[in-house]
Protein backbone atom coordinates (compact mmCIF):
# COMPACT_ATOMS: atom_id res chain seq x y z
CA UNK A 1 0.00 0.00 0.00
CA UNK A 2 2.87 2.61 0.61
CA UNK A 3 4.52 1.55 -2.52
CA UNK A 4 1.37 2.70 -4.10
CA UNK A 5 1.04 5.82 -2.20
CA UNK A 6 4.60 6.12 -3.11
CA UNK A 7 4.07 5.69 -6.41
CA UNK A 8 1.06 7.74 -7.10
CA UNK A 9 2.60 11.28 -4.94
CA UNK A 10 6.05 10.54 -7.84
CA UNK A 11 3.28 10.51 -10.48
CA UNK A 12 1.06 13.44 -9.38
CA UNK A 13 4.02 15.10 -9.18
CA UNK A 14 5.32 14.36 -12.26
CA UNK A 15 1.94 15.86 -13.87
CA UNK A 16 2.42 18.61 -11.75
CA UNK A 17 5.71 19.74 -13.13
CA UNK A 18 4.21 18.80 -16.69
CA UNK A 19 1.49 21.07 -16.58
CA UNK A 20 3.37 23.84 -14.83
CA UNK A 21 7.08 23.28 -16.69
CA UNK A 22 6.92 26.91 -18.90
CA UNK A 23 6.53 28.64 -15.23
CA UNK A 24 9.27 26.77 -13.51
CA UNK A 25 12.03 26.71 -16.60
CA UNK A 26 11.06 30.57 -16.19
CA UNK A 27 11.54 30.79 -12.57
CA UNK A 28 15.17 28.89 -12.90
CA UNK A 29 15.50 30.91 -15.85
CA UNK A 30 15.06 34.54 -13.95
CA UNK A 31 16.35 32.81 -10.51
CA UNK A 32 20.30 32.32 -12.70
CA UNK A 33 19.88 35.88 -14.53
CA UNK A 34 19.29 37.50 -11.21
CA UNK A 35 21.96 35.49 -9.75
CA UNK A 36 24.64 36.25 -12.09
CA UNK A 37 25.20 39.60 -13.97
CA UNK A 38 25.53 39.19 -18.01
CA UNK A 39 28.31 41.23 -19.59
CA UNK A 40 28.75 41.38 -23.13
CA UNK A 41 32.48 41.14 -23.10
CA UNK A 42 33.68 40.40 -26.73
CA UNK A 43 34.59 43.36 -28.98
CA UNK A 44 35.70 43.51 -32.01
CA UNK A 45 38.50 45.58 -33.31
CA UNK A 46 35.73 47.76 -35.14
CA UNK A 47 33.98 48.68 -31.74
CA UNK A 48 33.07 52.13 -31.10
CA UNK A 49 33.07 53.56 -27.76
CA UNK A 50 31.23 56.90 -28.01
CA UNK A 51 28.69 58.81 -26.17
CA UNK A 52 25.76 59.30 -28.43
CA UNK A 53 22.50 60.45 -26.78
CA UNK A 54 20.10 58.37 -28.43
CA UNK A 55 21.56 55.17 -27.85
CA UNK A 56 23.99 53.87 -24.96
CA UNK A 57 26.46 50.68 -24.23
CA UNK A 58 24.76 48.46 -21.70
CA UNK A 59 26.91 47.92 -18.90
CA UNK A 60 24.66 44.56 -18.19
CA UNK A 61 21.98 42.97 -19.48
CA UNK A 62 19.28 43.07 -16.76
CA UNK A 63 16.85 44.76 -19.02
CA UNK A 64 13.74 46.60 -17.76
CA UNK A 65 12.18 48.80 -20.56
CA UNK A 66 12.09 49.04 -24.23
CA UNK A 67 15.32 52.14 -24.44
CA UNK A 68 17.40 49.10 -22.21
CA UNK A 69 15.99 46.97 -25.17
CA UNK A 70 17.29 49.57 -28.11
CA UNK A 71 20.09 50.20 -26.00
CA UNK A 72 20.93 46.13 -26.12
CA UNK A 73 20.71 45.54 -29.76
CA UNK A 74 23.14 48.68 -30.26
CA UNK A 75 25.40 47.06 -27.99
CA UNK A 76 25.46 43.78 -29.58
CA UNK A 77 25.87 44.97 -33.42
CA UNK A 78 28.20 47.71 -32.45
CA UNK A 79 30.60 45.53 -30.41
CA UNK A 80 30.70 42.97 -33.60
CA UNK A 81 28.80 40.61 -32.57
CA UNK A 82 27.00 38.17 -35.11
CA UNK A 83 24.94 35.77 -32.42
CA UNK A 84 23.41 36.56 -29.32
CA UNK A 85 21.04 35.01 -26.90
CA UNK A 86 19.34 36.97 -23.86
CA UNK A 87 15.82 36.46 -21.68
CA UNK A 88 13.13 38.93 -20.88
CA UNK A 89 12.94 38.87 -16.95
CA UNK A 90 9.60 38.15 -15.54
CA UNK A 91 9.08 41.48 -13.77
CA UNK A 92 9.61 42.93 -17.65
CA UNK A 93 6.06 42.30 -18.57
CA UNK A 94 6.03 43.62 -22.06
CA UNK A 95 9.32 42.51 -22.97
CA UNK A 96 8.37 40.26 -25.74
CA UNK A 97 5.67 42.73 -27.02
CA UNK A 98 8.46 45.50 -27.32
CA UNK A 99 10.88 43.06 -29.07
CA UNK A 100 8.23 42.64 -31.88
CA UNK A 101 7.81 46.01 -32.01
CA UNK A 102 11.93 46.54 -32.53
CA UNK A 103 12.50 43.61 -34.75
CA UNK A 104 9.30 45.03 -37.05
CA UNK A 105 10.51 48.44 -37.13
CA UNK A 106 13.16 49.21 -40.38
CA UNK A 107 13.32 52.37 -39.50
CA UNK A 108 14.61 51.81 -35.36
CA UNK A 109 16.65 49.34 -36.83
CA UNK A 110 18.41 51.52 -39.47
CA UNK A 111 18.70 54.53 -36.89
CA UNK A 112 20.39 51.60 -34.59
CA UNK A 113 22.46 50.67 -37.64
CA UNK A 114 23.83 54.39 -38.15
CA UNK A 115 25.28 54.70 -35.06
CA UNK A 116 27.67 51.70 -35.54
CA UNK A 117 31.14 51.72 -37.36
CA UNK A 118 30.09 50.33 -41.11
CA UNK A 119 31.95 46.85 -40.89
CA UNK A 120 29.87 46.18 -37.87
CA UNK A 121 26.53 47.41 -39.42
CA UNK A 122 24.22 44.49 -41.00
CA UNK A 123 22.23 43.86 -44.06
CA UNK A 124 19.17 42.36 -41.99
CA UNK A 125 18.75 41.33 -37.85
CA UNK A 126 16.84 38.54 -37.11
CA UNK A 127 15.12 38.44 -34.12
CA UNK A 128 13.51 35.23 -33.10
CA UNK A 129 11.65 34.56 -29.29
CA UNK A 130 9.95 31.81 -27.67
CA UNK A 131 7.27 31.45 -24.86
CA UNK A 132 9.87 31.43 -22.15
CA UNK A 133 11.14 34.26 -23.40
CA UNK A 134 14.36 33.35 -25.11
CA UNK A 135 15.44 35.95 -27.59
CA UNK A 136 18.26 35.09 -30.07
CA UNK A 137 19.52 37.87 -32.51
CA UNK A 138 21.49 36.64 -35.59
CA UNK A 139 23.01 39.47 -37.50
CA UNK A 140 24.30 39.13 -40.59
CA UNK A 141 26.77 41.72 -41.80
CA UNK A 142 27.16 44.35 -44.67
CA UNK A 143 30.79 43.45 -45.23
CA UNK A 144 32.22 40.14 -45.29
CA UNK A 145 35.81 39.36 -44.13
CA UNK A 146 37.04 40.00 -48.02
CA UNK A 147 35.02 43.21 -48.28
CA UNK A 148 37.06 44.45 -45.16
CA UNK A 149 40.53 43.11 -46.15
CA UNK A 150 40.23 45.09 -49.81
CA UNK A 151 38.71 48.11 -47.95
CA UNK A 152 41.33 48.65 -46.02
CA UNK A 153 43.82 47.95 -48.71
CA UNK A 154 42.73 50.75 -50.58
CA UNK A 155 42.15 53.03 -47.27
CA UNK A 156 45.68 52.89 -46.46
CA UNK A 157 46.57 53.51 -50.13
CA UNK A 158 44.26 56.57 -50.37
CA UNK A 159 45.99 57.87 -47.28
CA UNK A 160 49.04 57.33 -48.44
CA UNK A 161 48.73 58.69 -51.85
CA UNK A 162 46.37 61.60 -50.95
CA UNK A 163 46.48 63.23 -47.62
CA UNK A 164 50.11 62.05 -47.27
CA UNK A 165 51.25 63.98 -43.85
CA UNK A 166 48.77 66.10 -43.80
CA UNK A 167 47.77 67.39 -40.06
CA UNK A 168 45.09 69.25 -39.83
CA UNK A 169 41.44 67.17 -39.34
CA UNK A 170 39.30 69.33 -41.24
CA UNK A 171 41.72 68.92 -44.52
CA UNK A 172 42.58 65.81 -44.17
CA UNK A 173 38.35 65.72 -44.41
CA UNK A 174 38.21 68.25 -47.13
CA UNK A 175 40.76 65.75 -49.00
CA UNK A 176 38.88 62.19 -48.67
CA UNK A 177 35.67 64.09 -49.22
CA UNK A 178 36.87 65.34 -52.70
CA UNK A 179 38.55 62.04 -53.51
CA UNK A 180 35.46 59.89 -52.67
CA UNK A 181 33.71 62.37 -55.49
CA UNK A 182 35.67 62.61 -57.99
CA UNK A 183 36.41 59.09 -57.90
CA UNK A 184 32.31 58.36 -57.84
CA UNK A 185 28.90 58.75 -59.74
CA UNK A 186 25.69 58.59 -58.17
CA UNK A 187 24.32 55.54 -59.31
CA UNK A 188 20.73 57.32 -60.74
CA UNK A 189 19.69 53.75 -62.23
CA UNK A 190 19.52 52.23 -59.12
CA UNK A 191 17.80 55.04 -57.03
CA UNK A 192 15.48 55.80 -59.39
CA UNK A 193 14.61 52.38 -61.26
CA UNK A 194 15.81 49.96 -58.82
CA UNK A 195 18.01 48.83 -61.65
CA UNK A 196 21.17 46.92 -59.51
CA UNK A 197 24.10 46.61 -61.40
CA UNK A 198 26.80 47.81 -58.70
CA UNK A 199 26.90 47.77 -55.00
CA UNK A 200 26.74 51.06 -54.78
CA UNK A 201 24.58 51.04 -51.47
CA UNK A 202 27.96 50.28 -49.75
CA UNK A 203 31.69 51.33 -49.59
CA UNK A 204 32.65 48.30 -51.95
CA UNK A 205 30.51 50.50 -55.05
CA UNK A 206 32.31 53.41 -53.90
CA UNK A 207 35.94 52.64 -53.97
CA UNK A 208 36.27 49.46 -56.56
CA UNK A 209 32.94 50.02 -58.77
CA UNK A 210 32.77 53.82 -59.19
CA UNK A 211 28.65 53.99 -58.28
CA UNK A 212 27.42 54.83 -55.12
CA UNK A 213 23.89 56.09 -53.56
CA UNK A 214 23.89 58.18 -50.34
CA UNK A 215 24.31 54.98 -48.21
CA UNK A 216 27.49 54.23 -50.20
CA UNK A 217 28.65 57.63 -49.99
CA UNK A 218 28.28 57.80 -46.65
CA UNK A 219 30.07 54.81 -45.83
CA UNK A 220 32.88 55.17 -47.47
CA UNK A 221 33.15 59.05 -45.99
CA UNK A 222 32.49 57.56 -42.35
CA UNK A 223 34.98 54.70 -42.75
CA UNK A 224 38.30 57.82 -43.18
CA UNK A 225 36.84 59.05 -40.15
CA UNK A 226 37.04 55.85 -38.10
CA UNK A 227 40.48 55.64 -39.03
CA UNK A 228 41.30 59.01 -38.11
CA UNK A 229 38.93 58.79 -34.91
CA UNK A 230 37.09 61.18 -35.56
CA UNK A 231 33.74 60.54 -33.55
CA UNK A 232 30.84 60.33 -36.77
CA UNK A 233 27.45 58.26 -37.23
CA UNK A 234 25.53 58.39 -39.80
CA UNK A 235 22.00 60.54 -40.16
CA UNK A 236 19.00 59.05 -41.52
CA UNK A 237 15.91 61.23 -42.71
CA UNK A 238 12.86 59.56 -44.67
CA UNK A 239 14.89 59.19 -47.66
CA UNK A 240 18.15 60.27 -47.56
CA UNK A 241 21.61 59.65 -45.52
CA UNK A 242 24.58 61.49 -44.52
CA UNK A 243 27.20 61.99 -41.80
CA UNK A 244 27.57 63.67 -38.79
CA UNK A 245 30.58 64.48 -37.46
CA UNK A 246 32.16 65.82 -34.29
CA UNK A 247 35.07 68.52 -34.83
CA UNK A 248 36.38 71.65 -32.71
CA UNK A 249 33.81 71.09 -30.34
CA UNK A 250 30.55 70.61 -32.75
CA UNK A 251 28.65 68.53 -34.49
CA UNK A 252 28.37 69.29 -38.37
CA UNK A 253 26.41 67.81 -41.65
CA UNK A 254 29.07 66.08 -44.00
CA UNK A 255 26.69 65.66 -46.91
CA UNK A 256 28.85 63.96 -50.29
CA UNK A 257 26.04 62.85 -51.93
CA UNK A 258 24.30 66.34 -52.58
CA UNK A 259 27.83 67.65 -52.87
CA UNK A 260 28.25 65.54 -56.15
CA UNK A 261 25.06 66.67 -57.87
CA UNK A 262 23.56 64.98 -61.34
CA UNK A 263 24.19 67.91 -64.26
CA UNK A 264 22.13 67.41 -67.18
CA UNK A 265 24.85 67.97 -69.44
CA UNK A 266 26.66 64.86 -67.71
CA UNK A 267 29.53 67.08 -66.41
CA UNK A 268 31.06 65.73 -63.41
CA UNK A 269 30.39 68.76 -60.48
CA UNK A 270 32.44 69.24 -57.29
CA UNK A 271 30.67 70.75 -54.29
CA UNK A 272 30.45 71.67 -51.14
CA UNK A 273 27.33 72.73 -50.20
CA UNK A 274 26.77 70.86 -47.69
CA UNK A 275 30.31 70.27 -46.39
CA UNK A 276 30.81 70.48 -42.54
CA UNK A 277 27.73 72.35 -42.00
CA UNK A 278 25.95 73.63 -38.83
CA UNK A 279 22.49 72.26 -38.75
CA UNK A 280 21.35 76.04 -39.22
CA UNK A 281 23.07 76.24 -42.37
CA UNK A 282 21.47 73.14 -43.97
CA UNK A 283 17.99 74.45 -42.82
CA UNK A 284 18.40 77.70 -44.91
CA UNK A 285 19.50 75.61 -47.42
CA UNK A 286 15.44 74.54 -48.10
CA UNK A 287 15.60 71.42 -49.35
CA UNK A 288 13.13 68.55 -48.77
CA UNK A 289 15.74 65.62 -48.01
CA UNK A 290 17.40 66.87 -45.10
CA UNK A 291 14.76 66.80 -42.82
CA UNK A 292 15.79 64.78 -39.71
CA UNK A 293 14.27 63.83 -36.42
CA UNK A 294 15.74 65.99 -33.83
CA UNK A 295 15.05 62.93 -30.81
CA UNK A 296 17.13 61.11 -32.56
CA UNK A 297 20.42 63.11 -33.69
CA UNK A 298 20.36 65.10 -30.46
CA UNK A 299 23.90 65.89 -31.12
CA UNK A 300 22.61 68.31 -33.75
CA UNK A 301 19.87 70.11 -32.69
CA UNK A 302 20.85 73.99 -32.74
CA UNK A 303 21.43 74.99 -28.96
Same mark, same amino acid.
Given at each position: ?? @? ?34 ? &????? &? ?16 ? @???? @? ?35 ? *? ?8 ? &? ?39 ? @? ?14 ? =???? =??? %? ?18 ? =? ?21 ? *?????? &? ?22 ? =? ?39 ? %? ?12
Amino acid at each position: MR @KFLFVLFLLIGALAIYINREQIIKTIINNVIESKEV &NLEYK &NSYYLKYNFKYVDELENF @KIKN @KEDLINLYYTVINNGNEIFEFYCPEEYKNCINDVTEI *ANNPKELSVI &NGFVHPYNSFDTVETVYNSLGQVTLTIKKTYNYNDIVRLNE @KIDEIVKNQVKNEKNT =KKII =KII %HDYIIEHTKYDKERSDHNII =KYQSNTAIGVFFEGYGICSGYAD *AMALFL &NYYDIPNYKVASENHVWNAVYIDG =KWLHLDLTWDDPIISTGEDILDDSYFLITTEQLKKLEDSQH %HFDETVYQELVNK
